[in-house]
């Protein structure tokens, strides 16, 4: 079982940057496909963006540009810097692990909250 656990997450201003982290339990992490989604209230999580072991990352139009994916192998933790953030980024921010790096996450952390005023 991979336990993650993410923090960073706070009230901001618009126009602030965060930095949200996830700690994994799992000495294999560095195999693994992590990636960041999203869910605000009311509406459907929103997958935001994926890195994997190699480093090569993807991230959804919305952020791109704006929000960063990276990792720590040898600390076995996985980022979201978020830069210029809106209002509309108020949001559960969740990181996840895709063990097979197929596209489907297979582990899920609790969440942080991340609430963004105008």
């Known amino acids: 079982q991979v336990q993650l656990v993410e923090s960073g997450g706070g009230l901001v201003q618009a126009g602030d940057s965060l930095r949200l982290s996830c700690a994994a339990s799992?000495?294999?992490?560095?195999?693994?496909?992590m990636g960041w989604f999203r869910q605000a209230p009311g509406k459907e999580r929103e997958f935001l963006a994926a890195?994997?072991?190699?480093?090569?990352?993807r991230y959804a139009d919305s952020v791109k540009g704006r929000f960063a994916i990276s990792r720590d192998n040898n600390k076995n933790m996985v980022y979201l810097q978020m830069n210029n953030l809106k209002p509309e980024d108020t949001a559960v921010y969740y990181c996840?692990?895709?063990?097979?790096?197929?596209?489907?996450?297979?582990?899920w952390g609790q969440g942080t909250q991340v609430t963004v005023s105008s």
């Open positions: 890195i994997r072991w190699s480093t090569s990352s």
């Open positions: 996840a692990a895709d063990l097979g790096s197929d596209g489907a996450y297979d582990w």
């Open positions: 799992e000495r294999t992490f560095g195999r693994y496909t």
